[in-house]
């Protein structure tokens, strides 16, 4: 009894240092998507999403730390997407602020030179339908002037998975739920300072940053575009199908090229014919017509008999 007491004081001591050692903020941080949109590569079929970071009732500050969890649909990408190199996350550098050009603030560079202030990241499958990717600083707050986290959403990554079947839901989303992931919404931190200079390290030993408690992690922006949406249901029709010797094709907008795929995945036509398109010397069976315009790829199933 005497040793368990021993041990339950030791933890408590440790935790209460913890909490000294680091200022935390409640729901003070804010992440949404934003710029869903399904791709193309002339190839393969992709979702992608602008991750974007926000103040939510305080100060501007420094962004130091943090993890993400994405939940996915596995009926449209798969399991275990990082497992399968079908997520990425890019973090192009540039102009940083929301809608300044190209720029994300995990690109971002120190002001004194071509230096990344951001590394460490880290992918992994944490379910089979869920994936998380984390980041830290490399420099500290001093080796930067401007705080990049402010009232007005900045871009902080850009997320693509790769799709196996286009035609269902992506169903993205952040894993927001602490019961699922305990702590799950107190994953970021402010980044760590240290003694002023050029390209100083981070210390969060002696300069340790500020955790943020309870952040909100928004879903609506990951949801596909109602454009999108529409494009694919009303803007295409393909008749007759069944079909026997010839598909016809009416579309409300332009399409560049047809591209039509057995369910092998192999392709047995692509043409820039969008009107009408001899299929007599196929075999009979189920294939994928998959239409590319600038909005994007259309992908309908038709039946050949």
Known sequence: MKQNYTNTMKQL????????????????????F?????????????YEADVLIETNGVADFKVGSGQLYFNYNT????????????????????????GSGDGYICGQFVDAAAAPV????????????RVSWSFSEVFSSETFVANNVTIVPAKLI???????????????EFENNNSIIPLVTDQFFTICG??????????????PPTQFLNAILENTGAVLSIDRD?????????????????????????????????LLGKQVISTRETDQIEISHLPIGVYLLKAFSESGTITKKIIIE
């Not at 001591?13 to 941080?29: K, M, P, R, V």
């Not at 240290?194 to 300069?207: E, Q, R």
């Open 158 to 172: 850009h997320i693509k998975l790769e799709y196996i079947d286009v035609n269902q839901d992506p169903m993205v």
């Open 75 to 98: 009926a449209a990408f798969g399991t275990n997407v990082n497992a399968a190199n079908r997520f990425e996350v890019t973090q192009p550098n540039g102009t940083i602020g929301s």
């Open 194 to 207: 240290s003694n002023p200079g050029p390209f100083s390290s981070a210390d969060c030993t002696n300069f």
């Open 13 to 32: 001591i440790i935790l209460i240092a913890l909490l000294i050692g680091t200022t935390n903020y409640a729901q003070n941080i804010k992440f949404t």
């Open 118 to 129: 951001y590394g460490n990241f880290v992918i992994n499958d944490n379910t089979t339908s």
């Open 230 to 262: 529409t494009l694919i249901t009303n803007t295409i029709s393909i008749y007759p199908n069944p079909a026997t010797d010839i598909i016809n094709i009416n579309s409300t907008i332009e399409i560049n090229k047809i591209q039509l795929f057995d």
């Open 34 to 46: 934003m710029n869903a949109v399904n791709t193309n590569d002339g190839s393969n079929d992709f």
